[in-house]
């Protein structure tokens, strides 16, 4: 199973990226999907989530402008975010709830980091 996070990039303040996370390999099942972030010189935190029922959580710091999706087809996340500042400059993780083909136990599984730019 694997997870490969894309469509990071440099923007000016305001602007909209969209990023994308497409799960692979031998999957049985996806639970929860979710982005995580980490800007240089602190921890990594939580951005969004969205439960294998569609319900939604974000951090405070990004309601209102950033939009969780899923394309449960596809196993694929996306991450739309728009009104951009430069504190969200960071390397977006996506992590994924994962029970494989043939385990009885759900994983967690974590893409490769997208790195985000925001100018001012």
């Known amino acids: 199973v694997q997870l490969q996070a894309s469509g990071g990039g440099l923007v000016q303040a305001e602007g909209s990226l969209r990023l994308s996370c497409a799960a692979s390999g031998n999957i049985g099942s996806i639970g929860a999907m979710g982005w995580h972030r980490q800007a240089p010189g602190k921890r990594r935190e939580l951005v969004a989530v969205?439960?294998?029922?569609?319900?939604?959580n974000y951090d405070d710091s990004v309601k209102g402008r950033f939009t969780v999706s899923r394309d449960y087809a596809k196993n694929t996340m996306y991450l739309q975010m728009n009104s951009l500042r430069p504190e969200d400059t960071a390397v977006y993780y996506c992590k994924a709830n994962i029970k494989p083909g043939k385990s009885r136990q759900y994983e967690n599984y974590w893409g490769q980091g997208t790195l985000v730019t925001v100018s001012s």
């Open positions: 969205m439960a294998s029922g569609g319900g939604t």
